[in-house]
């Protein structure tokens, strides 16, 4: 099955610091999602986008729909320690509209260190 | 509370052994999904369910099994067959309908090993 590209694998920064991670697609999609998930729970939603171009925040974490349709990013600055864990893409592209089916990205595992 | 609700939380299986995993949820969605998860592999469809008493295969549907017989329920079987069932499984569900904003909702996950 169809997997996204998500990068990077994993980050290991200190605390105070940004980051970024971006997922990329070879077809387009028309919805975008971004999960946090910690060590042996599930995968908690942390965005919703459904517009190309769309920025939106929520709290420290920004995510953006790119203008291609094709790739998503997602910032969080000022990381704290409870910002461990891994942190998903998923999306819906034109061809499982009518489905329901998501497709994952592999996962960022975030590391901060105090 | 309203949610999805996974059980058990750590499962262990002996060789040859058919296990069933549980799923229920009481946010009246209409779809539900089983996902395998593996290190390093993100989340891998196994079935889905858009309504009661149908499903569809997902990408590795092989060595399980599952029944959509109640709206709230959605059990995963994971069967003898399946050679190599030890990952972390995640149930979802979503709304599902024009307007759902295709916004899947997890349990907290179950956790199979093989004895």
């Known amino acids: 099955g169809q997997q996204l590209n998500q990068s990077p694998q994993s980050m290991f920064i200190q605390e105070g610091e940004d980051v970024s991670m971006n997922c990329t697609s070879s077809?387009?999609?028309?919805?975008w999602l971004w999960y946090k998930q910690d060590p042996g729970e599930g995968p908690v939603l942390l965005i919703a986008?459904?517009?190309?171009?769309e920025l939106t925040s929520n709290g420290r974490l920004t995510a953006q729909f790119g203008i291609t349709r094709k790739d998503s990013f997602l910032n969080i600055s000022a990381s704290i320690p409870s910002d461990v864990g891994i942190y998903f893409c998923?999306?819906?592209?034109?061809?499982?509209?009518?489905?329901?089916?998501?497709?994952f990205g592999t996962g960022t595992r975030l590391q901060v260190f105090p | 509370d309203g949610g999805i609700t996974q059980s058990p939380k750590y499962l262990f299986r002996k060789e040859g052994q058919n296990v069933t995993l549980s799923c229920e949820q009481n946010?009246?969605?209409?779809?539900m999904y089983w996902y395998r998860q593996d290190p390093g592999q993100g989340l891998r469809l196994i079935y889905y369910?858009?309504?009661?008493?149908?499903?569809q295969k997902g990408d590795i549907a092989e060595g399980y099994s599952v029944s959509r017989e109640k709206k709230e329920s959605f059990p995963l079987t994971v069967t003898s067959a399946q050679k190599n069932p030890t990952a972390f499984y995640l149930c979802?569900?979503?709304?599902?309908?024009?307007?759902?904003?295709?916004?899947?909702?997890f349990g907290a996950g179950t956790r199979l090993s093989v004895l």
């Open positions: 998923a999306g819906l592209s034109l061809l499982s509209y009518n489905t329901d089916k998501l497709i």
């Open positions: 077809s387009i999609f028309n919805t």
């Open positions: 986008l459904y517009k190309a171009g």
């Open positions: 946010l009246n969605h209409d779809a």
């Open positions: 369910s858009q309504i009661v008493n149908d499903f």
């Open positions: 979802a569900s979503h709304h599902g309908g024009a307007g759902a904003k295709n916004i899947q909702y």
